[in-house]
């Protein structure tokens, strides 16, 4: 055999290797005609751990102030004078279209038109319309990009709120946050790179489950941390009683050995995370007391935040803790308000659903201003889908209800290279249809991306034979919007 | 030795290749007498497409040079009928590529006096096409005369290339523009990017889109319609039809004219099949135009809203891939330098700038600085937020030369130590939120940093007048002072909380209440009436309590309006059954803890949406709720009181019925009490309710209690109690 091999070995002469090369270097330049970047090298898989942005970021951190159960732009944005005009009106076909509706609807005889019960006013140089239900966000409309026309394809809760987080409409994929985790990476090592936080409002509310902040197929460590009210925000993180520090180290050290040999022995990539893991709730355990520590703030922060911000578990609170976190360099803070899902008794819930995040909201953006971290921070405030321009239920003076509408929205992004103190978009006078710059859900994540300094089309994880992005397959980066 | 038959050959001449070499010989006196007397040509109109004809014909003679040229250098060192064949080639191809050589050239005389072309390219590509024609005619001379041997025909080769391939060069610059060939590399390189401070309208928005989209023909080369799109010199000079354009008015610009007629007029710039302007550069060039069509004004020297600023400022691309003048740090070294408490990231990929973040306060220490010295010209943006840094420290600070964002928000940082960052000349962003900077100490180093356009000073010391004499004297930089409580928009207090961990006792119990607001005074009413700021007392930890009570409290501070009224109900509940068990079942999606809920000291909440709602409140509707519990020593028992919740609209009502049933054992057992609560109104506020009845001492071992859920005719309401009190 040995023979054999010597001889082939001889066999390539120059010739050989020559057309061999030829033909080799010919498959390279014709792969690289088809796939224009396979030589960049810009795909981050195979284990490139600290992820790095593909191009220079103008954000390196995200707060996204998730409001939870759709809150109705016809009341807080969307402004539509003619809306109100047509109050009580059916609304026309030829606006409605063939849009499919929710069971809570879908039997109803009739639609009804009904405009927002509360006024609105135009702040800052955009001259943006913002209704009187959010008086601290008009405030600061100069430093807001508000974006009017998102839309969506889930008409359901869960659907929609897992699409917009995961890019998909049934889960099990990554959340944004864990994908800027595996494209990024950490920017403190003694915090975990993508955390959440609840609060719920009186509202009318919607589940949020941790499938929402899961990493999907990613490595567990890009899951997002939940962080609670209580006295451990973390859990398990605290000591038992009676193990002192040193006593932790060691133990680390000797389960940290054990599982290096079954990862010498399996080669499970998840064992080598479980190492990480413990290592970096080692380095939390004296990382988190610093973060969540509220009584250094001063005391203007408490008049800037509302007071509630001192009270654990509200949104005020969570919006604080959420600037702390981001200050520390934890790359995705994600914040879920519950309680917009408004389908009666809309004017009432709506209005404490509003000044519950109000203040805390706007005082997020002035706050990380004033520290000069607003223009690397991506600040984003959005539900899931819009409501309805017709009212669900029976409409009478004071009281209605909307329904689910995933035709338009309205959010709004601050800092982070978004172009501050502009409206984007342009919905059809009844609020029903987009009349102008449609921002798809997929695109609107493109953007957030980019922002980061990460192509979504690079930003890939192969998994199950194919491979998979954030924005699946579609998405275009909204340029209108970027600064 | 020359071989005979070649010799033969190479002489043979017949009357094709004479008339040939006659016509070769003529148009060398025709070619040298057009380039004396040049300027004088007149072409008249019927000769211009043969002129025109130049660029369809010069590839035939690039083609016959070069192969003649293949053949000229090919045929030594073959021997016999090799030798003969290339010999015949060279022959053929540099006598064909000759002559076509002069016809190209002399078309191209012509359709240069056209006047379309002009300029140093047109010079050098006429040059050279003449150069490239004498020496073929004397290759075609020389090459077959015996002296001429293979250095020779190397020599005369190599020139012809070089001679062709520049006048290839320069032709196709004619006709593609200047940098064609390079252009997909050169325009791979990183655009220049302009930070929008320094940006000025005509060099960073309006010229770079005429040179995209206009000046492929309107340069200096090719000066289509006499016109050049360069400099502001050759802006204002105009072309062929006139000027440009009338500065404040775009509508009555030639420019904007030519590029708002229709695509089908033949005067639309650009000629249809070249890339148009897009909708947001005519708009551009509009405005600018508009603007007095100023060559100098940057940017951000418009008003904030004006229309040029914001287009102009959405046009220039954010400052990505910023071109950093230095190379990239050694990898290694960078890695090394990571720790847990300080990480170092190149901004992005292939980019030499790094960026610094370290953490946790008491693992700083001056020496993380120091360390860095091996990348200090690399490090862009330093964040030592809430670092303790001294002002010695910031002399480390200052080796990052290249440094263009330091946070020294909250660190110890004071005048003396900001003195020693004077020499960061590309800071951008200085932040020094928190720390005792003054304003002599920042305006003394501002004027140094010329670069810097944004500087917090959110709680510094820093004077409203301070800060306008900062702005005044510091007009590129943005400061931003945050937010300051004025005192004239007071806000609500929240209501107080408690800290008990229950509010369920056995015996007495302190009531603590606590505000998360410092310096907030509490005041509370033990009697069931609204607290106010008069008659109630001032709460002060020392109250206990020993019996059911409802407790409210008010919390009040100077510069806020007073909170809402927090009630809180504390009771209390003597004894606490050996067993318990239900004889009835419970909702099926209000179970909470079973017949446990009653005793377990757990209070629920209003609000379907709150976890203490769900998990805390045992519910009944379609049943009685029937608690039977057992005492293993008697008890004395005088009170029997339930606590549940009053929500009337969504069905929540309180019990119709309650008796209690006492006695030694189950048979024994006698009616000791029963309560009718009353109705709640409609539409009322939901809350939390306490019924308590009394009745003279019984010593009991068996207690039956029964709540009925509230029924009119067919409609069931829903019950839900979370404690059951015994005393």
């Known amino acids: 055999m040995d023979k054999e091999i010597v001889e082939h070995g001889f066999s390539w002469n120059r010739r050989r290797f020559l057309s061999a090369m030829g033909i080799g270097i010919g498959g390279m330049a014709l792969g690289s005609l088809l796939m224009p970047d396979l030589f960049d090298g810009n795909g981050l898989e195979a284990g490139s751990a600290p992820g790095i942005p593909h191009f220079a970021p103008k954000a390196k951190r995200v707060i996204y102030l998730f409001q939870n159960g759709a809150p109705s732009q016809q009341e807080l944005f969307d402004y539509k004078p003619k809306l109100r005009e047509m109050t009580g009106k059916e609304i026309p076909p030829s606006v409605r279209g063939t849009q499919r509706l929710t069971g809570m609807t879908a039997g109803q005889s009739s639609f009804p038109l009904v405009g927002s019960f509360v006024d609105f006013k135009q702040y800052g140089n955009s001259r943006a319309w913002i209704s009187d ?22 008409i359901n809760h869960d659907p929609a709120l897992t699409f917009i987080q995961t890019g998909s409409q049934q889960g099990n994929r990554p959340s944004m946050g864990s994908w800027l985790s595996y494209g990024l990476g950490n920017e403190n090592k003694n915090l975990p790179a993508f955390t959440v936080l609840l609060s719920r409002g009186i509202g009318n509310g919607q589940g949020v489950y941790s499938k929402l902040w899961s990493n999907g ?3 567990s460590v890009h899951q997002g941390v939940q962080f609670s009210k209580g006295e451990d925000p973390v859990l398990y993180l ?16 000797h389960v940290s050995e054990l599982n290096e040999l079954s990862y010498t022995e399996f080669g499970d990539p998840e064992i080598a995370t479980r190492i990480k893991q413990y290592e970096m709730a080692y380095r939390m355990q004296s990382a988190i007391p610093e973060v969540m520590d509220i009584s250094k703030e001063p005391d203007d922060i408490v008049k800037l935040y509302g007071p509630d911000c001192l009270v654990p578990g509200t949104f005020a609170a969570n919006c604080l803790l959420a600037r702390k976190l981001s200050e520390n360099g934890v790359r995705f803070v994600q914040l879920y308000h519950q309680g917009w899902d408004q389908h009666g008794n809309l004017p009432f819930e709506i209005a404490k659903q509003a000044k519950d995040v109000d203040q805390a909201s706007a005082a997020l953006v002035t706050d990380l201003k004033q520290r000069g971290l607003l223009d690397e921070t991506l600040v984003i405030w959005g539900g899931e889908f819009g409501r309805t321009s017709y009212t669900q239920g029976t409409l009478t003076k004071e009281n ?15 800092g982070g290279g978004i172009k501050p103190g502009m409206v984007y978009g342009e919905t059809d006078e009844l609020g029903y249809n987009i009349a102008q710059d449609p921002v798809h859900v997929h695109d609107f994540q493109a953007t957030v991306l980019n922002q980061l300094g990460l192509d979504h089309e690079k930003l890939t994880f192969k998994h199950l034979g194919r491979r998979y992005r954030l924005t699946d397959v579609s998405g275009k980066v909204v340029k209108g919007i970027i600064a | 030795m020359p071989d005979e038959r070649y010799k033969h050959l190479s002489l043979k001449k017949n009357r094709t290749i004479l008339y040939a070499e006659q016509a070769l010989l003529i148009l060398n006196l025709v070619i040298a007498f057009l380039l004396l007397f040049e300027d004088k040509l007149v072409i008249p109109y019927w000769l211009q497409p043969l002129g025109r004809a130049h660029p369809l014909l010069l590839h035939f003679p690039i083609a016959f040079l070069t192969l003649a040229m293949i053949a000229g250098v090919v045929r030594f060192g073959r021997t016999g009928d090799k030798t003969v064949v290339f010999s015949l080639a060279e022959q053929g191809f540099l006598l064909a590529g000759t002559l076509l050589t002069g016809i190209t050239l002399i078309m191209g005389l012509f359709l240069s006096r056209e006047g379309s072309y002009s300029g140093e390219a047109l010079i050098w590509h006429k040059w050279a096409g003449v150069i490239v024609f004498f020496l073929a005619s004397a290759i075609y001379v020389l090459a077959f005369r015996n002296w001429f041997k293979a250095p020779a025909a190397w020599a005369s080769a190599l020139l012809m290339i070089a001679g062709l391939l520049a006048t290839g060069h320069y032709g196709a610059n004619l006709s593609h523009g200047e940098d064609f060939l390079m252009e997909p590399i050169l325009s791979h390189k990183p655009a220049r990017v302009v930070p929008i401070e320094q940006a000025v309208v005509f060099a960073d928005v309006i010229q770079p889109i005429l040179a995209n989209k206009c000046s492929g023909c309107h340069n200096t080369n090719k000066l289509k319609g006499e016109l050049v799109l360069g400099d502001s010199v050759s802006l204002r000079k105009g072309g062929k039809s006139g000027k440009l354009f009338v500065p404040g008015d775009a509508d009555m610009s030639l420019m904007m004219q030519r590029l708002h007629l229709s695509m089908d007029d033949e005067k639309h710039m650009p000629p249809s099949g070249k890339p148009q302007l897009t909708r947001e550069e005519i708009g551009l060039l509009a405005l600018w135009i508009r603007y007095d069509a100023n060559f100098h004004v940057k940017v951000t020297e418009l008003g904030l809203d004006d229309s040029l600023r914001t287009l102009a400022t959405a046009w220039l691309k954010p400052v990505s891939n910023e071109p950093f003048g230095f190379a990239a740090a050694d990898a290694k070294a960078i890695r090394e330098l990571n720790t847990d408490y300080r990480t170092i990231m190149p901004i992005a990929k292939k980019s030499p700038a790094l960026e610094v973040n370290i953490y946790n306060r008491n693992a700083y220490s001056k020496k993380q600085l120091e360390e860095m010295s091996g990348i200090r010209d690399q490090v862009i943006s330093l964040n030592l937020n809430k670092m303790p840094v001294k002002d010695d420290d910031l002399v480390s600070v200052s080796q990052f030369k290249n440094l263009r964002r330091l946070d020294l928000n909250f660190s110890d940082v004071t005048d003396k130590g900001l003195s020693s960052i004077k020499s960061l000349k590309n800071l951008q962003t200085l932040s020094v939120s928190g720390t005792d900077i003054t304003y002599s100490g920042l305006s003394n180093i501002l004027s140094e940093l010329k670069s810097l356009r944004t500087v917090t000073i959110w709680q510094t010391s820093i004077k409203p007048s301070d800060l306008e004499n900062l702005r005044k004297d510091n007009k590129a930089i943005s400061f931003n002072e945050g937010f300051r409580d004025d005192g004239n928009s007071p806000l609500k207090l929240n209501p107080p909380q408690i800290s008990n ?19 907030v005074q509490i005041r509370f009413t033990t009697d069931g009436k609204d607290p106010d700021s008069i ?9 206990t309590i020993d019996k059911t009570t409802t407790v409210k409290a008010k919390a009040y501070k100077d510069g806020w309006y007073s909170s809402d009224i927090a009630s809180f109900d504390y009771l209390r509940n003597t004894y606490v059954p050996d067993s318990v068990r239900l004889l009835l079942p419970l909702n099926s999606v209000h179970q909470a803890e079973g017949a446990y809920t009653f005793f377990n000291r757990k209070l629920g909440a209003i609000g379907a949406n709150n976890p203490a709602w769900a998990n805390f409140w045992a519910g009944v509707r379609n049943n009685d709720l029937v608690l039977v519990s057992l005492f293993n020593k008697p008890i004395s028992l005088s009170s029997v009181g339930l606590h549940y919740m009053l929500e009337e609209k969504t069905g929540v009502y309180p019990p119709q019925l309650v008796e209690v049933w006492g006695g030694e054992n189950e048979k024994q057992a006698r009616l000791l009490l029963t309560m009718k609560p009353s109705m709640p109104k409609k539409d009322g506020d939901p809350t939390l309710k306490i019924l308590v009845g009394s009745f003279k001492t019984q010593n009991v071992s068996y207690l039956r209690i029964l709540a009925r859920p509230y029924k009119v005719k067919k409609d069931q309401h829903l019950l839900l109690v979370d404690e059951m009190l015994l005393n």
């Open chain 1, 217 to 219: 197929f990613l490595d």
């Open chain 1, 238 to 253: 605290r000591d038992q009683d009676g193990m002192s520090r040193k006593d932790r180290r060691e133990m680390l050290d």
């Open chain 1, 133 to 154: 239900l959010l008086p601290y966000t008009a405030k600061i409309a100069d430093d807001l990009c508000i974006i009017k026309t998102m839309y969506t394809e889930a």
């Open chain 2, 501 to 519: 961990p229950t509010t369920v006792f056995s015996q007495d119990i302190p009531v603590q209440l606590r505000h998360p607001v410092r310096g």
């Open chain 2, 535 to 543: 008659h109630s007392p001032l709460f002060d930890g020392k109250t």
């Open chain 1, 400 to 414: 209605y209800g909307r329904d689910h509408h995933p035709r338009c929205f309205s959010i709004w992004m601050a």
